[in-house]
T-cell receptor, first 114, second 113 residues
Framework: AQSVTQLDSQVPVFEEAPVELRCNYS??????LFWYVQYPNQGLQLLLK??????LVKGINGFEAEFNKSQTSFHFRKPSVHISDTAEYFC????????????FGKGTKLSVKP | KAGVTQTPRYLIKTRGQQVTLSCSPI?????VSWYQQTPGQGLQFLFE???????NKGNFPGRFSGRQFSNSRSEMNVSTLELGDSALYLC????????????FGSGTRLTVV
């Protein structure tokens, strides 16, 4: 069975500081990996996805994530955060192929302080 | 283009009643998935439909059911509501599946009293 562990439930950080949100997964098959963000009272927005190829995935607004197969990790990073980045971030894994059953981590609440 | 639309946004039901939630996917998307989000359990997969067929099912009791219509719109139904069914129910759509990434709707907040 697949599982996702987000190592930090809350991450406080000052504005313009770098941030890393950690995600580890377990799976016996090749996987697709995703990072989503959720703002209060809203659904989830897809930020990044890893399907195959380059292990460094870059998104908009300076977000990036790095897939490490040997460490079964997909850590999320941003070099400089803004107040508007305050939200909850979810890491998710699917079992490859088209199957749409994403397994989510418990989420990391990023709080950016001025 | 329009995103994933879920109706209603908020719903209050009494224990024992049943409820139907609706989801209109992005035009052209054939895969629709449903998730339950609660503070205690987080995001849990309910089921996925593709071309009107249930392709995957999560570990939920039979009170939870769904269907997909020929236009890809989907509904989920919960019968004999329990207090623990109070949650945010999220629908997500994708062209064909996970490899395209899923776009989520804003959810339906169900409160069971």
């Amino acid at each position: 069975a697949q599982s996702v562990t987000q190592l930090d439930s809350q991450v406080p950080v000052f504005e313009e500081a770098p941030v890393e949100l950690r995600c580890n997964y377990s799976s016996s098959v090749s996987v697709y990996l995703f990072w989503y963000v959720q703002y209060p009272n809203q659904g989830l927005q897809l930020l990044l996805k890893y399907l195959s190829g380059s292990t460094l995935v870059k998104g908009i607004n300076g977000f990036e994530a790095e897939f490490n197969k040997s460490q079964t990790s997909f850590h999320f990073r941003k070099p400089s955060v803004h107040i508007s980045d305050t939200a909850e971030y979810f890491c998710a894994v699917s079992g490859g192929g088209s199957q749409g059953n994403l397994i989510f981590g418990k989420g990391t609440k990023l709080s950016v302080k001025p | 283009k329009a995103g994933v639309t879920q109706t209603p946004r908020y719903l209050i039901k009494t224990r024992g009643q049943q409820v139907t939630l609706s989801c209109s996917p992005i035009s052209g998307h054939r895969s629709v998935s449903w998730y339950q989000q609660t503070p205690g359990q987080g995001l849990q997969f309910l089921f996925e439909y593709f071309s009107e067929t249930q392709r995957n099912k999560g570990n939920f009791p039979g009170r939870f059911s769904g269907r997909q219509f020929s236009n890809s719109r989907s509904e989920m139904n919960v019968s004999t509501l329990e207090l623990g069914d109070s949650a945010l129910y999220l629908c997500a759509s994708s062209l064909v599946g996970a490899q395209n990434g899923y776009t989520f709707g804003s959810g339906t907040r169900l409160t069971v009293v």
